[in-house]
């Protein structure tokens, strides 16, 4: 099956860094990538839906300012969370449906542990 | 808001029977409901789907059961091996929302020598 990466797998940062997250789809083109947070025991939230060429569009609640989405090419979606506190530690996964594929094709990356101190 | 529920947290079962594993949702407008598994550190694989159109799809020791006027769905696994201990995700999604998708909390699937 298709395959999408993320990078990196684990990250502990400082309160008040930023912290860039990489989602690559290795083997075919996503003009379209989501982000997720999921907190422990919970669901997984949909963050915002990258676009490839246009902004990213973010789910209600998301501060756009806080979590920057640039979906650089067909194959790289970055999230950045700047300035980030305790409250941001959680688990991001990125996923990519592939086009033309049916519908339940959307393919997770491995997700990224962030732990702010 | 949580617009998909699965109220069982974990559930364990002998390997050799069956697991059945339970999903709520509340939005109407649903049409198409997928269960995705998932182990720790990884991210989460697709299982099985079904559309609103049907209640009933089987795929092999999976099947999935949609029960439209109760808004519910279930996965049965049968026979459940070892392998099949993981977190079990139902998700839901609209047609036109281009593959968003809503997720339950998870089910944790214990299958047990």
């Known amino acids: 099956g298709a395959v999408v990466s993320q990078h990196p797998s684990r990250v502990i940062c400082k309160s008040g860094t930023s912290v860039k997250i990489e989602c690559r789809s290795l083997?075919?083109?996503?003009?379209?990538m989501f982000w997720y947070r999921q907190f422990p025991k919970q669901s997984l939230m949909l963050m915002a839906t990258?676009?490839?060429?246009?902004?990213?569009?973010?789910e209600q609640g998301v501060e756009k300012d806080k979590f920057l989405i640039n979906h650089a090419s067909l194959t790289l979606s970055t999230l950045t969370v700047t300035s980030a506190h305790p409250e941001d530690s959680s688990f991001y996964i990125c996923?990519?449906?592939?086009?033309?594929?049916?519908?339940?094709?959307?393919?997770f990356g491995p997700g990224t542990r962030l732990l702010v101190l | 808001d949580q617009q998909v529920k699965q109220n069982s947290p974990s559930l364990s079962v002998q390997e050799g029977r069956i697991s059945i594993l339970n999903c709520d949702y509340t939005?109407?407008?649903?049409?198409?409901f997928l269960w995705y598994k998932k182990y720790p550190a990884e991210g989460p694989t697709f299982l099985i789907s079904i559309s609103s159109i049907k209640d009933k799809n089987e795929d092999g020791r999976f099947t999935v059961f949609l029960n439209k006027s109760a808004k519910h769905l279930s996965l049965h696994i049968v026979p459940s091996q070892p392998g099949d201990s993981a977190v079990y995700f139902c998700a839901a999604t609209t047609t036109g929302t281009a593959s968003k998708l809503t997720f339950g909390t998870g089910t944790r699937l214990q299958v047990t020598l």
């Open positions: 996923s990519a449906p592939k086009t033309g594929a049916a519908r339940e094709t959307q393919y």
């Open positions: 990258s676009n490839e060429g246009s902004k990213a569009t973010y």
């Open positions: 083997d075919f083109q996503a003009t379209t």
């Open positions: 939005n109407s407008m649903f049409d198409y």
